[in-house]
Antibody
């Protein structure tokens, strides 16, 4: 079964660092991009950026450039999203997903279950 | 960066009714780069359409997608109670893939 499994929920304080993970299985992890998507409480979906685990090519949405770091360890089929200094406004659910462009067109066909991050001030 | 505007923000209909959701792009986009997702309460999003009109695995045929240029539509021919969800469109362009603001479908 093709799946992305994310790390558990986190509760942190402002100023702390954090790294959450997304582990792929059931497919060739190094040959598909992995995207990160934020959903703040009661709000819509926001594209954060993507990484190609095969060579760690990483692209960020301008809104998130410099605010987070996306990385991957292809030896263990895992992508990461990290913060060096959390803010209360980082409180959200974060999803990883697999973007694909096939003969049918573009879509993100596999999603992780989401990691809830709560940051208290 | 291309912006996507979805309308209406909320839709409340009875089971069996036809649902039409709109996604408008700020400039013309290729239909193969437009996707639709369904997010039910408390769940991760689920792909509904690849390339604006190709149904993803497991999506019932009462769902259809269409459109080109700047205007795209998701239609549910006969609304079922399990279709209660927020629906998002997304455009993929180089390294950016913004989402629309979503349309919430409520069941009367």
């Amino acid at each position: 079964e093709v799946q992305l499994v994310q790390s558990e929920a986190e509760v942190k304080k402002s100023g702390e660092s954090l790294k959450i993970s997304c582990k792929g299985s059931g497919y060739s992890f190094t040959t598909y991009w992995v995207a990160w998507v934020r959903q703040m409480p009661g709000k819509g979906l926001e594209w954060m950026g993507i990484i190609y685990p095969g060579d760690s090519d990483t692209r960020y949405s301008p809104s998130f450039q410099g605010q987070v770091t996306i990385s991957a360890d292809k030896s263990i089929n895992t992508a990461y999203l990290q913060w060096s200094s959390l803010k209360a406004s980082d409180t959200a659910v974060y999803y990883c997903a697999r973007p694909r462009h096939t003969t049918k067109g573009f879509g993100m066909d596999v999603w992780g279950q989401g990691t809830a991050v709560t940051v208290s001030s | 960066e291309i912006a996507l505007t979805q309308s209406p923000a909320t839709l409340s209909l009875s089971p069996g009714e036809k649902v039409t959701l709109s996604c408008r792009a700020s400039q013309s986009i290729g239909s193969s780069f437009l996707a639709w997702y369904q997010q039910k309460p408390g769940q991760a999003p689920r792909l509904v359409f690849y390339g604006s009109s190709s149904r993803a695995t497991g999506i019932p045929d009462r769902f259809s997608g269409s459109g080109s240029g700047t205007d795209f539509t998701l239609t549910i021919s006969r609304l079922e109670p399990e279709d209660l969800a927020v629906y998002y469109c997304q455009h993929y362009g180089s390294s950016l893939a913004p989402f629309g603001g979503g349309t919430k479908v409520e069941i009367k």
